[in-house]
């Protein structure tokens, strides 16, 4: 396993935890998620590079472009959340008050 294999992997699986052990915060939960897909998106686009086809190029690309879009409505979200609630945190949150 070469250097920057193993780093990306540690971010993804760094992110991954602070997903699942720390979800107090909306706004932590969601920089969490961006985190795994950046680290996402640096591996496929340096496999895209190691295998030299123009084939795979696009995937990248739309998978950054799946990110950004990700990214607005997850901030749309806490916007709406923290105006009607007037917190971001978690447990504020039930179904019951939607």
Not at 33 to 53: A, D, K, P, R
Not at 80 to 87: L, N, S
């Amino acid at each position: 396993m070469t250097p920057s294999h193993f780093t990306l992997s540690s971010a993804f699986l760094l992110s991954l935890g602070g997903i699942t052990f720390y979800r107090t915060h909306l706004l932590s939960a969601l920089l969490c998620l961006e985190g795994m897909m950046l680290s996402l998106y640096i591996t496929i686009s340096l496999w895209t590079l190691q295998l030299n086809s123009t084939i795979s190029s696009t995937s990248p690309m739309l998978l950054l472009a799946l990110s950004a879009c990700e990214a607005s409505a997850g901030l749309a979200l806490l916007v709406a959340t923290a105006r009607t609630h007037g917190t971001d945190r978690l447990q504020s949150l039930t179904l019951l008050q939607c």
